[in-house]
T-cell receptor, first 118, second 115 residues
Framework: AQKVTQAQTEISVVEKEDVTLDCVYETRDTTYYLFWYKQPPSGELVFLIRRNSFDEQNEISGRYSWNFQKSTSSFNFTITASQVVDSAVYFC???????????????FGTGTRLTIIP | DAGVTQSPTHLIKTRGQQVTLRCSPK?????VSWYQQALGQGPQFIFQ???????QRGNFPDRFSGHQFPNYSSELNVNALLLGDSALYLCASSLGQTIANYGYTFGSGTRLTVV
């Protein structure tokens, strides 16, 4: 079965520090997608990134960067120069095909609560 | 362009009652999936609706049912509520059943408390 593990339950860092959120996944699929979502207190899951299993290039978007390592089944997320607005719960998720007709769902990790201390 | 709209935002129900949650998908999206997020946990897949039919279901009992209307909006119904049904219920819309290509858009959820 698919599984996503986010071993860090809570992380607190002082503003402007860098922080890395870990994500390890298990899947039998050869093609899959990995996602990161941000969940602020409002509850809405905000999409951050999607990565295809065939694309192992690291990606940078502003202060955010992602390190995908297929060999270790990891998809880690780094925030550089953290800001108070980055405080939220962050979820890593893995797509899973659930039928032969193309239906898919996401399997989420348990999330990492990130607190940025001013 | 409106995103996903869910109603109500908060709800308190008594054990044994029934509840209906509503979702309007993002404009242009035709598929609605529902997720349950218990406190401190990641969202868990309940089911997916496409072309007004339930296409796939996660590991949830038959007390959980749904419906999709011709305008793609959806309802989630839960019968015989249990205390353990207390959670944030998230609606996610997508274009087609294959989320990997275009991803989900999530609503802000309905916070259900069963007392």
């Amino acid at each position: 079965a698919q599984k996503v593990t986010q071993a860090q339950t809570e992380i607190s860092v002082v503003e402007k520090e860098d922080v890395t959120l870990d994500c390890v996944y298990e899947t039998r699929d050869t093609t899959y997608y990995l996602f990161w979502y941000k969940q602020p207190p409002s509850g809405e899951l905000v999409f951050l990134i999607r990565r295809n299993s065939f694309d192992e290039q690291n990606e940078i978007s502003g202060r955010y960067s992602w390190n995908f390592q297929k060999s270790t089944s990891s998809f880690n997320f780094t925030i550089t120069a953290s800001q108070v607005v980055d405080s939220a719960v962050y979820f890593c998720a893995l797509s899973e095909r659930i039928s032969n007709f193309g239906n898919e769902k996401l399997t989420f990790g348990t999330g990492t609560r990130l607190t940025i201390i001013p | 362009d409106a995103g996903v709209t869910q109603s109500p935002t908060h709800l308190i129900k008594t054990r044994g009652q029934q509840v209906t949650l509503r979702c309007s998908p993002k404009s242009g999206h035709d598929t609605v999936s529902w997720y349950q997020q218990a406190l401190g946990q990641g969202p868990q897949f309940i089911f997916q609706y496409y072309e007004e039919e339930e296409r796939q279901r996660g590991n949830f009992p038959d007390r959980f049912s749904g419906h999709q209307f011709p305008n793609y909006s959806s309802e989630l119904n839960v019968n015989a509520l249990l205390l353990g049904d207390s959670a944030l219920y998230l609606c996610a819309s997508s274009l087609g059943q294959t989320i990997a290509n275009y991803g989900y858009t999530f609503g802000s959820g309905t916070r259900l408390t069963v007392v």
